[in-house]
């Protein structure tokens, strides 16, 4: 079982989606993350065992490497697809309560802002490190957020924005949020915000890359457990 839970891992690395993608050409031909969890799933793993041993091991090494910049933007998204191409096997078991999820993060890009690109690098990273992920979405209200959180009173909540201009939403909906729940962790983050700006708003964590995200929720998660 290792060796097929070793292939799922590198097939996350490299961004090796399935059979069918010609990325990375070397592999080809060759079953991809799609193909080998099914397998593995299919041979008695279980999905926390797939989770744990192979997707965010992978997806860890890949956000460490982006923090890096020994990788950028295009060989992430490919990671992150091929992983997300493994998390359709894994998501019934969730659902039905078999696997347990670590807990529940909603992200959106704030209001006025159409950016979605670093948003969703961010989601498709925390998803595979074992959280169930709420995605909003872009040009996201306050309303929005709150609604999501009426729902799930537990989540934490994931703010983006990509432009000067609606950082200053990005303080409205962390005010909004914070009036109605007081004790909501709030991650905020876009090349244009900073720690200072975090500290300013009152938001809870600042990150700049996806990795930092990741980090953060699971040393809330460490902290909890402790």
């Not at 961010?122 to 609604?147: Q, T």
């Amino acid at each position: 079982m290792k060796d097929i839970l070793d292939k799922i891992a590198l097939c996350v690395e490299v961004g090796k989606i399935n059979k069918l993608s010609a990325y990375p050409p070397n592999m080809k031909g060759q079953e991809g993350a799609d193909e080998l969890t099914k397998r593995a799933l299919d041979a008695g793993c279980s999905p926390k065992e797939i989770l744990d041993t192979a997707l965010v091991p992978a997806m860890a090494i890949i956000g460490n490497k982006f923090s890096r910049n020994e990788i950028y933007v295009p060989q992430m998204l490919l990671s992150a697809r091929a992983m997300s191409s493994a998390m359709v096997h894994l998501k019934p078991f969730f659902i039905t309560g078999q696997a347990v999820r670590k807990g529940t993060f909603i992200i959106g890009t704030v209001k006025g802002d159409l950016h979605d690109i670093g948003k969703n690098l961010v989601a498709m990273m925390i998803e595979g490190s074992g959280w169930e992920v709420i995605d909003l979405g872009v040009d996201i209200s306050s309303a929005k957020f709150l609604k999501a959180l009426e729902e799930k009173p537990d989540a934490i909540v994931g703010l983006s924005a990509l432009l000067t201009t609606t950082m200053e939403n990005m303080k409205t909906i962390v005010s909004d949020i914070k009036e109605k729940h007081i004790n909501t962790k709030i991650i905020v983050g876009g090349a244009p915000v900073t720690q200072e700006y975090c500290v300013k708003i009152g938001a809870d964590h600042y990150s700049q890359d996806p990795q930092g995200a990741v980090d953060y929720l699971n040393q809330l998660v460490n902290n909890r457990t402790h």
